[in-house]
T-cell receptor, first 114, second 112 residues
Framework: DVKVTQSSRYLVKRTGEKVFLECVQD?????MFWYRQDPGLGLRLIYF???????EKGDIPEGYSVSREKKERFSLILESASTNQTSMYLC?????????????FGPGTRLTVT | SQQGEEDPQALSIQEGENATMNCSYK?????LQWYRQNSGRGLVHLIL?????REKHSGRLRVTLDTSKKSSSLLITASRAADTASYFC????????????FGTGTRLQVTL
């Protein structure tokens, strides 16, 4: 059974803290993604990675960075958390083509920044 | 940027009725996918339709695609209370590298 796991379901951090959100997939997928989801705005892409050590900005990269040192792990970093980064964060992975063309999502991390 | 826009934003029906959700998009696509999200959880893939297909079925799901109108619809037949969830369309735009763009979603409520 394919699986994408995220390090925390709920997280509460203070303004200015550095925050790490971890995502691990066990499907040997090349592509991995970080989204944030806010009411009325749907899913917005923050960053994605199509290979180890490769990354590309999505639609809303400001205030975030990412790291992909190993194929199975993709980390989202909030360098200095702010209250407007309170959101649901969703990680996903996807293969190159064919049967693995769909995206598999993790359960999400609900981050609150106070 | 939001490629897909779902309509309606919210839909409430009774068990046994059919539910139809629509998605419009802006640019040429390779394929369009529909996902489901139960409250507070991750998204689950439902069905994919390629740009050269017009209709696809999977169980109680029927998806249509009209590339001339840049629109798609998802029909859930004989709905059940367990179908209560949010549904999102996602487009795989031509020329992009493995990147899906999601719409804002339709929240479906199925009551007994």
């Amino acid at each position: 059974d394919v699986k994408v796991t995220q390090s925390s379901r709920y997280l509460v951090k203070r303004t200015g803290e550095k925050v790490f959100l971890e995502c691990v997939q066990d499907m040997d997928h090349e592509n991995m993604f970080w989204y944030r989801q806010d009411p009325g705005l749907g899913l917005r892409l923050i960053y994605f990675s199509y290979d180890v050590k490769m990354k590309e900005k999505g639609d809303i990269p400001e205030g975030y960075s990412v790291s992909r040192e190993k194929k199975e792990r993709f980390s989202l970093i909030l360098e200095s958390a702010s209250t407007n980064q309170t959101s649901m964060y969703l990680c996903a992975s996807r293969g190159l083509a064919g049967p693995s063309y769909e995206q598999y999502f993790g359960p999400g991390t609900r981050l609150t920044v106070t | 940027s939001q490629q897909g826009e779902e309509d309606p934003q919210a839909l409430s029906i009774q068990e046994g009725e059919n539910a139809t959700m629509n998605c419009s998009y802006k640019t040429s696509i390779n394929n369009l996918q529909w996902y489901r999200q139960n409250s507070g959880r991750g998204l689950v893939h439902l069905i994919l339709i390629r740009s050269n297909e017009r209709e696809k079925h999977s169980g109680r799901l029927r998806v249509t695609l009209d590339t001339s109108k840049k629109s798609s619809s998802l029909l859930i037949t004989a709905s059940r209370a367990a179908d209560t969830a949010s549904y999102f369309c996602a487009t795989d735009a031509a020329g992009t590298a493995s990147k899906l763009t999601f719409g804002t979603g339709t929240r479906l409520q199925v009551t007994l």
